[in-house]
Nanobody, 119 residues
Framework: VQLQASGGGSVQPGGSLRLSCAAS????????MRWFRQAPGKQRELVAS???????NYADSVKGRFTISRDNAKKMVYLQMDSLKPEDTAVYYC??????????????WGQGTQVTVSS
C-alpha cells in the first residue's frame, strides 16, 4: 500500500492551494482519511478528517477556511485550503486508516508535501 500526496507549494497570504492524496495497492476498504501538518519546531497536529460516511472534523485553527473531501472510487482524499495564513506554513501529511486484502486494519502515512505561505 502506498499513499502519494501532491499539491503543495508557495502562495501569498490569502491565497489557496489544493492538496491531493492517492492511496494504491492491496486495499479492501478505506475508513477515516486525515490530513496532519507539522511546522518547524512544532508537533504534528491533526488538521482535518473525513470518515467513510463523509463526516468531517476540523482543527479550530482552520475551520471555515479548509475543506476536506474524499473520492472513494478513486481512493483519494483532498484538502482545499483557502484564505491561507503564514501560520499555515508546514509540511502536510495524509493519513489513511484502511483494511487490506488480507483483512488487516492498518494506518498509512503519505510522504508529506510542503506548504509555504509568505508575502
Amino acid at each position: 500500500v502506498q499513499l502519494q500526496a501532491s499539491g503543495g507549494g508557495s502562495v501569498q497570504p490569502g491565497g489557496s492551494l489544493r492538496l491531493s492524496c492517492a492511496a494504491s495497492g492491496s486495499i479492501s476498504s478505506i475508513n477515516t482519511m486525515r490530513w496532519f501538518r507539522q511546522a518547524p519546531g512544532k508537533q504534528r497536529e491533526l488538521v482535518a478528517s473525513v470518515t467513510s460516511g463523509g463526516a468531517t472534523n476540523y482543527a479550530d485553527s482552520v475551520k471555515g477556511r479548509f475543506t476536506i473531501s474524499r473520492d472513494n472510487a478513486k481512493k483519494m482524499v483532498y484538502l482545499q485550503m483557502d484564505s491561507l495564513k503564514p501560520e499555515d506554513t508546514a509540511v502536510y501529511y495524509c493519513n489513511v486508516d484502511l483494511i487490506t486484502h488480507w483483512g488487516l486494519d492498518l494506518v498509512y502515512w503519505g510522504q508529506g508535501t510542503q506548504v509555504t505561505v509568505s508575502s
